[in-house]
């Protein structure tokens, strides 16, 4: 069972940053592609970030230009940086992969507060 721990929310005002990171309990060579979602109370769970084994990155429209994500194999992390943050960007934030057999594992949630 893939075990995952998120980091370094909090609370921050707007147009400040902040950087989450994931930590994966098995190697993340063991994964075909990490992630960030997010969701606010009732209403669903969005994409934020993608990035796969090969390095290659997806990004909600809504944060393109303002987020990024990067893994680091040696560490088994993925990370978000998050800048010039909105307070729409208010959510909990979930770190997720999928395995080469597409069973995808989440994270606990960590809590983003951007305050106007």
């Known amino acids: 069972q893939v075990q995952l721990v998120e980091s370094g929310g909090g609370l921050v005002q707007a147009g400040g940053s902040l950087r989450l990171s994931c930590a994966a309990s098995?190697?993340?060579?063991?994964?075909?592609?990490m992630g960030w979602y997010r969701q606010v109370p009732g209403k669903q769970r969005d994409l934020v970030a993608t990035?796969?084994?090969?390095?290659?990155?997806n990004y909600a429209d809504s944060v393109k230009g303002r987020f990024t994500i990067s893994r680091d194999n040696a560490k088994s992390t993925v990370d978000l940086q998050m800048n010039s943050l909105k307070p729409e960007d208010t959510a909990v934030y979930y770190c997720?992969?999928?395995?080469?057999?597409?069973?995808?594992?989440w994270g606990q949630g960590t809590q983003v507060t951007v305050s106007s």
């Open positions: 098995t190697s993340i060579f063991s994964f075909n592609t």
């Open positions: 997720t992969v999928r395995d080469y057999t597409y069973t995808n594992y």
């Open positions: 990035i796969t084994s090969d390095g290659r990155t």
